[in-house]
């Protein structure tokens, strides 16, 4: 039984070139995981202690996010060579316990198991090239791809490696068992890989799927799996996005030719961004064709707006995601970040600016969307016609249905920003004591963006578009987890582009526009003829000097009640504040016969209004008036004399906060206080100077300044 296994991981890594210029080697990312993850999946039952020195800041900080299997890291910096750290490691496997030394280098094929021996064993390369071989149990400094030194031991336990020997601490691990004379059964690795060098690395396909899928292609049949759980429930989704599509006249998908795996077409042709170098003409028609078969798309079906599901897709799940990774990405704690040159503003310090700006795009209904219409998953078949693939299958808490401006803003994704490269690892990241330059490759379809836009006129803006492109930049930062180097980079890139989102306007200029159409169509909803009644009835309420208007309300509405009251007050007239609440309690002895009062209520189906709206209507002489927003209440039916205000929004990122509904009622209030004072001839001098002697207002009424 082995539970121990020490990962060496330290060194520069310099072998690897550029790909070690911001993380450790064992980060590297190979076929889609980070190299020493590859070993955490094989041995997930394993305890790992993981020697690293070179930034091995960003190692630690990185399995502290990402890594979900028993791990101790201990770091040897100031010393060099594979023998380093190694003592600090062995101090964490107790005595007598068998375990593995393996470079981090390392990634074992499938078939490979732990051999069950009680000799110490060393792993011996059979497809690759190592500097040391071993042979007839003998060590030699000379190259071999058949009996290489691999860099896997496995050792019965301590004492079996140290033989009463120290350990160095640095050097090379193997040639200090060639002076020891350590001898060991050979276990042959064929089909284990060395990725110590970038050549070797190089020459790895650049894989178009993520760490949780699986494709494999039979012939003309393209199988895809999920291989963990966060794959198998989005090919549940895939599935029934599919499923869907295919019960509609929509044929700009695959044939499917089974669910159970799901089995599709070999798509004979190319993703769009390997159609980089074609004449203008030629992309505009392909741009023209992708947006109409979208718009087809769109076309069917429709729901209701989620406002929850709307929030989750660009706030909630963007946010969730930047969380996990704000300890681990460089200046992200920082207010502004300096990315090419701009001072960029960091959205962890202007998360309620962004939610009000996003929100404020929140479409009224939602359609059937694709979700991740990039060009990664866009193909032209025979180099003609447009196939959708890999659909997202769903938005916020949505099937199906979400956002339509989802779609546009994943192919500008595209179109503008280069995801696709990026997602090649077509890009280069310099992460600097200062700054950061970011530079990614180009699809070549840049100068479309105007194409873009004149396509879809009237459907999205470019300030729209801008924010929402830099919310799926930085979205992607944890979606992108394979790989250190991408998950800074789509941070950075989110950055950069929220700022030029921010340059583009006022955040809150679409917040104020937007608010000020629906307060002024909410006013323009109401009744002429109620609105007068309201108002006359309050005026002969006030004409014999004996009676008053009463203003009640609850929560939110209790200083508007207040408000009102105050500025009848300040005219001579007669009002008074009835708290709904306290009412019941005594606090109804202000209302007399002849008294109007008006129930302020948004809903008007709170029970304390409505218990009080019963109570007056027993009072002989008592004018009742409902102020409310909804026509089919139960106040709405009690209350005879109502004025009614439709309103489509409160404002708020969840259209639930009472906003909008508390300015209508200070509006509508005011409103009527004014009329009065017009009504009953009051006058500056005479009515209202004389009340409100003091502060500015007083000042300005006696010295006219």
Same mark, same amino acid.
């Given at each position: !039984?082995?539970?121990?296994?020490?990962?060496?991981?330290?060194?520069?890594?310099?072998?690897?070139?550029?790909?070690? #210029?911001?993380?450790?080697?064992?980060?590297?990312?190979?076929?889609?995981?980070? !190299? %020493?993850?590859?070993?955490?999946?094989?041995?997930?039952?394993?305890?790992?202690?993981?020697?690293?020195?070179?930034?091995?800041?960003?190692?630690?900080?990185?399995?502290?996010?990402?890594?979900?299997?028993?791990?101790?890291?201990?770091?040897?910096?100031?010393?060099?060579?594979?023998?380093?750290?190694?003592?600090?490691?062995?101090?964490?496997?107790?005595?007598?316990?068998?375990?593995?030394?393996?470079?981090?280098?390392?990634?074992?094929?499938? *078939?490979?198991?732990?051999?069950?021996?009680?000799?110490?064993? /060393?792993?011996?390369? &059979?497809?690759?090239?190592?500097?040391?071989?071993?042979?007839?149990?003998?060590?030699?400094?000379?190259?071999?791809?058949?009996?290489?030194?691999?860099?896997?031991?496995?050792? #019965?336990?301590?004492?079996?490696?140290?033989?009463?020997?120290? +350990?160095?601490?640095?050097?090379?691990?193997?040639?200090?068992?060639?002076?020891?004379?350590?001898?060991?059964?050979?276990?042959?690795?064929? $089909?284990?890989?060395?990725?110590?060098?970038?050549?070797?690395?190089?020459?790895?396909?650049?894989?178009?799927?993520?760490?949780?899928?699986?494709? @494999?292609?039979?012939?003309?049949?393209?199988?895809?799996?999920?291989?963990?759980?966060?794959?198998?429930?989005?090919?549940?989704?895939?599935?029934?996005?599919?499923?869907?599509?295919?019960?509609?006249?929509?044929?700009?998908?695959?044939?499917?030719?089974?669910?159970?795996?799901?089995?599709?077409?070999?798509?004979?042709?190319?993703?769009?961004?390997?159609?980089?170098?074609?004449?203008?003409?030629?992309?505009?028609?392909?741009?023209?064709?992708?947006?109409?078969?979208? &718009?087809?798309?769109?076309?069917?079906?429709?729901?209701?707006?989620?406002?929850?599901?709307?929030?989750?897709?660009?706030?909630?799940?963007?946010?969730?995601?930047?969380?996990?990774?704000?300890? +681990?990405?460089?200046?992200?704690?920082?207010?502004?970040?300096? %990315?090419?040159?701009?001072?960029?503003?960091?959205?962890?310090?202007?998360?309620?600016?962004?939610?009000?700006?996003?929100?404020?795009?929140?479409?009224?209904?939602?359609?059937?969307?694709?979700?991740?219409?990039?060009?990664?998953?866009?193909?032209?078949?025979?180099?003609?016609?447009?196939?959708?693939?890999?659909?997202?299958?769903?938005?916020?808490?949505?099937?199906?249905?979400?956002?339509?401006?989802?779609?546009?803003?994943? +192919?500008?994704?595209?179109?503008?920003?280069?995801?696709?490269?990026?997602?090649?690892?077509?890009?280069?990241?310099? %992460?600097?004591?200062?700054?950061?330059?970011?530079?990614?490759?180009?699809?070549?379809?840049?100068?479309?963006?105007?194409?873009?836009?004149?396509?879809?006129?009237?459907?999205?803006?470019?300030?729209?578009?801008?924010?929402?492109?830099?919310?799926?930049?930085?979205?992607?930062?944890?979606? =992108?987890?394979? @790989?250190?180097?991408?998950?800074?980079?789509?941070?950075?890139?989110? +950055?950069?582009?929220?700022?030029?989102?921010?340059?583009?306007?006022?955040?809150?200029?679409?917040?104020?526009?937007?608010?000020?159409?629906?307060?002024?169509?909410?006013?323009?909803?109401?009744?002429?003829?109620?609105?007068?009644?309201?108002?006359?009835?309050?005026?002969?309420?006030?004409?014999?000097?004996?009676?008053?208007?009463?203003?009640?309300?609850?929560?939110?509405?209790?200083?508007?009640?207040?408000?009102?009251?105050?500025?009848?007050?300040?005219?001579?007239?007669?009002?008074?504040?009835?708290?709904?609440?306290?009412?019941?309690? $005594?606090?109804?002895? !202000?209302?007399?016969?002849?008294?109007?009062?008006?129930?302020?209520?948004?809903?008007?189906?709170?029970?304390?209004? /409505?218990?009080?709206?019963?109570?007056?209507?027993?009072?002989?002489?008592?004018?009742?008036?409902?102020?409310?927003?909804?026509?089919?209440?139960?106040?709405?039916?009690?209350?005879?004399?109502?004025?009614?205000?439709?309103?489509?929004?409160?404002?708020?990122?969840?259209?639930?906060?009472?906003?909008?509904?508390?300015?209508?009622?200070? /509006?509508?209030?005011?409103?009527?206080?004014?009329?009065?004072?017009?009504?009953?001839?009051?006058?500056? *001098?005479?009515?209202?100077?004389?009340?409100?002697?003091? $502060? =500015?207002?007083?000042?300005?009424?006696?010295?006219?300044?």
């Amino acid at each position: !039984m082995l539970n121990y296994i020490i990962v060496q991981a330290g060194g520069r890594g310099s072998r690897l070139e550029i790909l070690t #210029r911001n993380k450790p080697k064992a980060l590297v990312p190979v076929n889609n995981l980070p !190299m %020493i993850f590859h070993l955490f999946r094989k041995f997930p039952d394993k305890k790992f202690i993981i020697i690293g020195d070179y930034q091995h800041e960003v190692l630690e900080k990185y399995l502290k996010a990402f890594a979900d299997v028993d791990y101790t890291v201990v770091v040897s910096k100031g010393h060099k060579g594979t023998c380093a750290g190694l003592s600090k490691a062995l101090e964490h496997v107790p005595e007598k316990e068998r375990f593995m030394l393996i470079w981090c280098d390392l990634v074992l094929s499938e *078939e490979y198991e732990i051999p069950e021996s009680d000799a110490d064993i /060393i792993g011996i390369s &059979k497809d690759f090239s190592c500097r040391w071989k071993y042979e007839n149990g003998e060590f030699a400094e000379e190259r071999s791809d058949k009996q290489g030194v691999a860099g896997l031991f496995v050792f #019965r336990d301590k004492d079996s490696l140290l033989q009463g020997a120290k +350990l160095p601490e640095e050097g090379e691990f193997v040639r200090w068992l060639q002076f020891q004379h350590h001898t060991f059964e050979e276990s042959p690795l064929s $089909g284990t890989k060395e990725y110590g060098l970038y050549s070797e690395w190089s020459k790895l396909p650049r894989l178009r799927c993520r760490p949780f899928n699986r494709l @494999d292609v039979k012939g003309d049949k393209v199988y895809k799996y999920g291989i963990d759980k966060q794959g198998k429930d989005l090919a549940v989704r895939e599935i029934n996005w599919y499923r869907t599509i295919q019960g509609t006249p929509f044929k700009n998908i695959p044939h499917i030719f089974s669910y159970d795996p799901l089995c599709m077409e070999w798509i004979d042709g190319k993703n769009i961004y390997e159609y980089s170098f074609i004449p203008d003409e030629q992309k505009k028609d392909i741009l023209q064709q992708i947006i109409g078969c979208l &718009k087809e798309v769109h076309r069917l079906g429709t729901m209701p707006a989620d406002r929850d599901s709307f929030y989750n897709a660009y706030i909630g799940k963007t946010f969730d995601r930047l969380k996990k990774v704000r300890e +681990l990405v460089p200046f992200a704690n920082d207010e502004y970040v300096t %990315i090419n040159g701009r001072r960029c503003r960091n959205i962890f310090y202007h998360r309620e600016e962004v939610e009000r700006l996003t929100m404020q795009y929140c479409p009224k209904e939602f359609r059937v969307i694709h979700g991740d219409c990039t060009f990664s998953n866009t193909m032209l078949r025979h180099d003609t016609e447009p196939v959708l693939i890999d659909p997202r299958g769903y938005f916020g808490h949505t099937e199906i249905l979400g956002d339509p401006a989802y779609d546009w803003v994943k +192919l500008y994704y595209s179109l503008i920003s280069n995801y696709d490269q990026f997602n090649l690892k077509r890009f280069t990241l310099e %992460i600097n004591e200062t700054d950061i330059k970011l530079e990614t490759a180009s699809n070549n379809w840049e100068n479309m963006e105007n194409e873009f836009f004149h396509l879809l006129a009237g459907e999205v803006t470019r300030s729209q578009m801008k924010l929402l492109l830099a919310l799926t930049w930085l979205s992607l930062t944890t979606y =992108a987890w394979e @790989d250190y180097d991408s998950i800074c980079g789509a941070f950075y890139q989110g +950055l950069y582009y929220l700022e030029e989102a921010f340059e583009m306007e006022s955040a809150y200029e679409p917040y104020f526009e937007k608010n000020i159409r629906t307060i002024d169509s909410a006013l323009h909803s109401i009744s002429r003829i109620q609105m007068e009644g309201l108002i006359e009835d309050c005026a002969e309420t006030l004409r014999d000097g004996r009676h008053k208007i009463i203003a009640t309300g609850l929560g939110k509405n209790v200083p508007i009640c207040e408000k009102f009251v105050g500025t009848m007050l300040s005219l001579g007239l007669n009002a008074g504040f009835l708290n709904t609440n306290s009412a019941i309690h $005594g606090d109804m002895g !202000m209302v007399r016969p002849g008294d109007l009062v008006i129930i302020l209520t948004k809903s008007g189906a709170t029970e304390e209004s /409505i218990y009080l709206a019963e109570l007056l209507k027993k009072r002989e002489g008592v004018k009742l008036w409902l102020l409310s927003f909804n026509p089919e209440s139960i106040l709405s039916g009690m209350i005879e004399k109502k004025l009614l205000i439709h309103l489509e929004d409160e404002g708020d990122l969840w259209n639930i906060m009472p906003n909008n509904s508390t300015t209508l009622n200070l /509006i509508v209030l005011q409103t009527v206080a004014n009329e009065l004072a017009r009504k009953l001839n009051l006058s500056l *001098e005479e009515d209202f100077r004389p009340n409100h002697p003091g $502060g =500015a207002i007083g000042a300005k009424m006696r010295y006219g300044k």
